[in-house]
């Protein structure tokens, strides 16, 4: 496993500190090894690094409480949401306190005539959405995890449809946030646009939780479509479906998906999800809109993939079906672990300008045919951004320094394309120094950021910057 940054260890809590916990919280505060541990792992390739206790917060007056103590007693204190991040995020790497938001999961207002909505920021997507289909309505940001509303924000996340609908940069319009003094503030009213002074709202998305708790967030909403018809398509080589998607977007096809899985990913999806497509690169697409518009979109596709050596469309307009392929498409990421029995997972994370994009791909598919670990690509593409998920063996250290290798081509290759080294996973523990590479000074001026809304390092330390 990788070594987790080390830093000075919280020393465990003082027993002022559990007294005023446990007075006031009672059993929304656990110190048992198990609960501990589930905060303390992450999905992918980190070393576990275990909190001192976790509180599962149920009210922004919790969140106040926890942080108003933490900073009289100098603990660290490090939200958790779903810990589905990629990058080692949600790991208190210097012990202290995990936030657990997953109890505040309240939907407090659909405005519906306004599309928007207002949660509490343990909402899951999956639960937003089941609560807003009667309405008409969804919301589109979907990282194909269960990751709470609050999570995604601090991640910036994205997913499948954020070539037509956005990230979460888009979808959030205001935030409810308690500051690192114990102050409850909102950046922003309800309004679709604002010139109010500065845009915290952004200030907070991305910052995963290095710069205040998120208690409630407002969100765009959409309509849901008439029409939704998804499709999958084999190619002769990755080069031609990379050129599809970049063409279609070219021509301001509205594509609400378009997401790649290589030869490699296709095998391991065939196996993992019982499914038997050709296993040759394939888009996976999706259009939305009126039977008009969606049958537009389908012949100008139809049309641009023959030409790059696309095989026919194989449709799927049932629901059923849709919700079968995407759900393949989701478990890209354990197929690939399925390919090795007890492999660990690393997943990159690159993001290029889309007119980069056929080049970017091909040379790391170069790359990956000379590399002995296990790899798979998968990508949003219609975005310029794709994963690389390697299926290390967690005893073989030379091929931890093989894909670290790799990963690090991977990222000076997006940035020599003026792309960036992360799209939508954030930096986390993983990618501090590709962070610098990629904005030089600029990670200063975050610094200074961070220090001035968080002075004494409490909010999430050793995320994002080298030193807290
Ligand atoms: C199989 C798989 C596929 C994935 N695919 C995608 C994808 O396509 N696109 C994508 O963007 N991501 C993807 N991810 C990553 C992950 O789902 C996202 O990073 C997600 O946004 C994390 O949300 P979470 O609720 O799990 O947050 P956590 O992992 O619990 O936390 C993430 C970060 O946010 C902070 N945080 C959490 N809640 C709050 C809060 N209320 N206030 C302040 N800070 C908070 C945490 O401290 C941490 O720094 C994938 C993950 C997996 C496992």
Redesign the pocket.
């Known amino acids: 496993m990788k070594e987790v940054k080390s830093l000075p260890p919280s020393g465990g809590l003082s027993r002022a500190a559990r007294e005023a916990l446990d007075g006031t919280l009672g059993d929304r505060v656990s110190y048992a090894e198990a609960i501990r541990s589930q905060h303390g792992s992450s999905?992918t390739h980190f070393a576990p690094s275990l909190p001192d206790a976790v509180v599962f917060a149920e009210s922004t007056e919790d969140v106040i409480f926890v942080v108003r103590l933490c900073a009289a007693h100098d603990i660290k204190l490090?939200?958790?949401?779903?810990?589905?991040?990629?990058e080692g995020?949600?790991l208190p790497v210097a012990g202290g306190i995990s936030l657990d938001?997953s109890r505040m999961n309240r939907v407090l207002a659909v405005n519906a005539e306004d599309f928007d909505v207002t949660v509490e920021?343990?909402v899951t997507r999956v639960a937003l959405n089941n609560h807003l289909r009667d309405q008409g309505l969804f919301f589109p940001v979907?990282?194909?995890?269960d990751?709470?509303i609050?999570?995604?924000?601090?991640?910036r996340?994205?997913?499948?449809n954020a070539v037509r609908y956005g990230t979460m940069r888009e979808a959030v319009l205001s935030l409810r946030v308690v500051t690192a003094d114990g102050r409850d503030i909102r950046t922003a009213r309800r309004a679709r646009k604002s010139a109010a002074g500065y845009d915290l709202t952004r200030l907070f998305v991305g910052?995963?939780?290095?710069l205040?708790?998120?208690?409630e967030v407002t969100l765009r909403l959409h309509p849901i479509p008439d029409i939704i018809a998804s499709a999958v398509c084999g190619f002769e080589t990755l080069d031609g479906a990379a050129r599809t998607v970049i063409e279609a977007i070219q021509l301001g096809v509205p594509l609400a998906r378009a997401e790649l899985l290589d030869d490699a990913q296709m095998r391991a999806v065939n196996r993992w999800s019982t499914l038997d497509y050709p296993e040759k690169t394939t888009l996976f697409l999706e259009f939305h809109g009126s039977q008009a518009a969606v049958d537009e979109q389908v012949s100008m596709v139809g049309e641009i993939a023959a030409a790059n050596g696309g095989g026919a469309f194989a449709w799927s307009s049932q629901a059923e079906e849709r919700t079968r392929l995407w759900k393949a498409r989701?478990?890209a990421?354990?197929a690939t672990l399925g390919l090795r029995p007890g492999s660990v997972g690393w997943a990159t994370d690159v993001c290029v300008p889309i007119g980069r994009l056929a080049d970017c791909i091909s040379q790391t598919k170069r790359d990956l045919d000379a590399a002995s670990v296990p790899a798979t690509i998968c990508g949003?593409v219609g975005d310029g951004n794709f994963h690389v998920v390697f299926a290390l063996d967690p005893d073989a250290p030379a091929e931890w320094e093989e894909v670290e290798a790799i990963n690090t081509r991977l990222v000076a290759r997006a940035l020599s394309m003026d792309g960036t080294c992360t799209g939508?996973?954030?930096i986390?523990l993983g990618k501090q120094e590709a962070l610098v590479d990629e904005l030089g000074e600029a990670v200063d001026v975050m610094y200074q950021i961070k220090r001035a809304l968080d002075p004494r390092g409490m909010f999430?330390p050793g995320?994002i910057f080298k030193s807290n």
């Open positions: 999905e490090t939200a958790f949401g779903a810990g589905t991040s990629i995020q949600a938001m920021a343990g979907d990282p194909g995890a990751a709470t609050g999570g995604m924000a601090s991640t996340a994205s997913g499948t910052a995963e939780g290095t205040g708790i998120i208690t989701h478990e990421y354990y949003h939508e996973h954030g986390g999430n995320k």
